[in-house]
């Protein structure tokens, strides 16, 4: 197998401690905002992004304790899914992805909203949505049909 380096270009700031408070996805709580820090070096690579209403944040999952395991029960269902057919945080890889919106940049920051993500999580890359590209209406929710938002069950990360 090929061995992949990936590197941090910032941090994820938000207003979330610990798993436990963390929403499970950030459209639960559009309401709660957060700031996109890139290291010093990048904050040039955000030229233009202003012109986005939204943005994907890709990053690290770097406080995941649980090991992974292909099919589990998750957080929006207690049936078991497999891992590839669901968003749970312990994964082959440990990378998350989460749509934010974005309210406005101060340098090499970002102000966004519906955050979900851990503070001080290590940002992997940015990039913008566009809806022509990223939306499709017409998609089928799977398993996810139905699912609302719940408490987490204990001991699901």
């Known amino acids: 197998m090929t061995c992949i380096e990936l590197r941090p270009i910032g941090v994820i700031r938000s207003p979330y401690k610990t798993k436990e408070e963390t929403p499970i996805q950030g459209v639960f709580r559009p309401e709660m905002t957060g700031w996109v820090e890139l290291y010093p070096g ?3 690579g955000l030229k233009d992004i202003e012109g986005f209403s939204h943005i994907f944040l890709i990053y690290n999952f ?3 304790s649980a090991r992974a395991e292909l099919v589990r029960p998750v957080l929006l269902d207690d049936q078991p899914h497999g891992i590839f057919a669901c968003r ?3 994964r082959p890889n440990s990378i ?8 406005g940049r101060e340098g090499s920051k970002l102000k966004v909203g519906g955050i979900d993500v851990l503070d001080n999580t ?8 566009v809806p022509r590209f990223d939306s499709f209406p017409k998609a089928n929710e799977g398993w996810f049909k139905g699912k609302n938002e719940r408490p987490k069950p204990p001991g699901r990360e």
Do not use: A, C, M, Q
């Open 122 to 129: 290590p940002l992997l890359d940015i990039k913008p949505y």
């Open 62 to 64: 770097d406080r995941v």
């Open 42 to 44: 990048y904050g040039e």
């Open 88 to 90: 749970f945080p312990s």
């Open 96 to 103: 998350g992805l989460t749509v934010v919106e974005l309210f």
